[in-house]
């Protein structure tokens, strides 16, 4: 039997989902109300499926998303949600994560449990992020791969960054310029990162 964890803040939502999951012959080893708990839980109990909800107080479920799969690549997470726009997410999409919309239907359960363990764990894929520098009013863009994406968002000189598509071509070497590149930002040496970017026309 597949096992897993559920992740909401809304008790409700969580006692009808657990209903559903029963009834589709998952078993769910522990509930939890936001992506610290999920963090928590996914370390104790190793399940198979991490189902988590997104909008959820101080720590929500693209924090869960990203810290679960910075401690395990290889983890299989579903989200469920009310944002209706949640399937186009650049992560999701990056991550091969199946998104899950409210009011549940439970065809759409059935299959999303199918297709987690049918879809590809590979994280190696590159894909253009686009971010801001804090003394740097442009906005950029570069491919990298999701580790080195994880990384420019911890440099301390990173204004916001997010994934922009999905799925690009990027050669090995490409990926250790932007690794040495990101050491010498560690270090507040941006030129190199500049260098291998492109300024993006910027509509908003």
């Not at 299959?111 to 950029?140: C, G, H």
């Amino acid at each position: 039997m597949v096992n897993c964890i559920v992740i909401d803040d809304d008790q409700d939502i969580v006692n009808v989902f657990c209903e559903l999951l029963s009834m589709n012959q998952v078993e769910v080893l522990a509930t939890g109300n936001d992506g610290q708990d999920a963090i928590e839980l996914f370390e104790k109990f190793d399940p198979d499926i991490v189902f988590t909800d997104l909008d959820m107080p101080k720590y929500d479920g693209y924090y869960a998303v990203e810290n679960i799969k910075d401690k395990n690549p290889s983890a299989k997470l579903i989200v469920i949600t009310g944002d209706i726009n949640a399937r186009f997410s650049g992560l999701f999409k990056a991550l091969h994560i199946p998104v899950i919309t409210k009011p549940f239907d439970m065809n759409k359960i059935k299959q999303a449990i199918e297709d987690v363990f049918l879809v590809r764990n590979d994280i190696s894929m590159p894909f253009k992020i686009q971010y801001r520098f804090k003394d740097d009013s442009n906005l950029y863009s570069c491919i990298v791969t999701y580790q080195q994406y994880r990384n420019f968002k911890k440099l301390p000189v990173i204004q916001e960054c997010n994934i922009a598509q999905t799925e690009q071509e990027s050669s090995e070497s490409h990926e250790t310029k932007i690794q040495n590149a990101l050491n010498l930002a560690v270090k507040n040496d941006t030129t190199h990162i500049r260098n291998l970017s492109e300024v993006v026309i910027d509509d908003s």
